[in-house]
């Protein structure tokens, strides 16, 4: 009968290759687009509510309204998607960064 073999952590070698400096900057440049976005969203969310429609035709009404609805949620969905991203990779920064200190401050077993 074969034995099953130890399994070994591969924490440490996937940290190994992440680049903290990439993940900061990239999580910096999504967090720019996410403000852009949240800016983009709310001036035509504002644009939208100081300008009402001028139609007497209900059909003009409902479709104008969901047009709007559908461009604010669109700009509002990329808001809180480049925000997860920008998050996410400070966050995995942070995490790598504690990862290599926990493995620098580690006694050898070398004995």
Do not use: H, W
Not at 29 to 55: C, D, H, R, V
């Amino acid at each position: 009968m074969t034995e099953p073999t130890p399994k070994t952590p591969q924490t440490s070698s996937q940290t190994d290759s992440i680049k903290l400096f990439r993940c900061i900057t990239n999580g910096l440049m999504y967090g720019g687009i996410a403000f852009i976005f949240y800016k983009m969203t709310q001036s035509m969310a504002e644009k939208f509510a100081n300008k009402p429609i001028q139609s007497e035709n209900f059909t003009v009404i409902q479709m104008s309204t969901t047009v709007r609805t559908l461009v604010v949620g669109v700009f509002t969905m990329g808001t809180v998607l480049f925000s997860f991203l920008s998050v996410g990779l400070i966050i995995l920064a942070i995490y790598v960064s504690i990862q290599r200190l926990m493995k620098l401050n580690a006694p050898s077993s070398d004995g």
